[in-house]
């Protein structure tokens, strides 16, 4: 199947779901890398469905026989519109959907609405969702790190040095306000960030399992670059810790 199949059939897509929602329909896009014209031989077909309120927000996702993969995520307006305006911790993973999308179908130019939510988007939000971040999982993460250090553990260090790689670049695509444009490209992306930790370059192929390393290197990786994480984060006013004792 060709990117103008796949196109082709995702209009289809969009028929048969005005034909049978109607007017509850109040936009469809197509997204993912079929949009963006980067799709292979083996990519999917993503479509958002914006509904009114009569519609329940549900999703559609199966492998038809001929070997294509759909996925048809159905989302109320004001749903869709409140996210557009929101960042939290999974933002650099979700953002590009609602920023990259071809519009197959809308009422009342929907999606310029969306596109003037994701602008309002405020630094302080950014330094919420990057606080957050550390504290919930890369501080978690670290101290589980060191836990498995003292205790000899190699395979679950290595595990949990891979997430914590993984959480750190969400958190470094929050600090630089970027968004992935899909999951698969984050290695080539997060490079090109203005604002990275030192040694990032060099560090980012150990805890990924890029580069061959014994447990000592992909140790002291984590370490460096929790370090980094902290002085960034100092340095652009993200508090994370809390001087009380909450409940």
Do not use: F
């Given at each position: 199947m060709t990117h103008g199949d796949r196109l082709a059939l995702a209009r289809e897509l969009a028929q048969r779901i005005l034909q049978k929602y109607g007017d509850a329909v109040l936009g469809i896009a197509l997204y993912g890398s079929v949009a963006r014209k980067a799709d292979t031989s083996h990519s999917d077909i993503e479509l958002r469905v914006i509904t009114d309120a009569s519609i329940a927000e549900h999703d559609v996702e199966y492998v038809h026989a001929s070997g294509t993969k759909i996925e048809i995520n159905y989302e109320q307006a004001e749903h869709y519109l409140r996210r557009a305006a929101s960042v939290d911790i999974d933002w650099p993973i979700w953002a590009a959907q609602y920023r990259q999308q071809m519009v197959l179908f809308e009422r009342e130019d929907f999606f310029a609405q969306a596109r003037r939510a994701t602008e309002s988007l405020k630094d302080e939000d950014f330094r919420t969702a990057q606080a957050q971040l550390i504290a919930e999982d890369l501080y978690e993460l670290v101290q589980k790190i060191r836990g498995a250090w003292e205790q000899r553990r190699e395979e679950s260090l290595r595990w949990f040095a891979g997430r914590f790689l993984w959480f750190s670049m969400l958190w470094l695509g929050l600090a630089n306000r970027k968004y992935f444009t899909t999951g698969g490209t984050v290695w080539d992306e997060v490079r090109r960030f203005s604002i990275l930790p030192k040694n990032f370059e060099s560090q980012l192929p150990v805890l990924a399992g890029f580069k061959p390393s014994n447990v000592n290197e992909v140790y002291r990786a984590?370490?460096?670059?929790?370090?980094?994480?902290?002085?960034?984060?100092?340095?652009?006013?993200?508090?994370?810790?809390?001087?009380?004792?909450l409940v």
């Open positions: 984590v370490e460096d670059l929790w370090a980094e994480i902290q002085r960034l984060a100092e340095s652009q006013g993200v508090v994370w810790q809390s001087d009380e004792w």
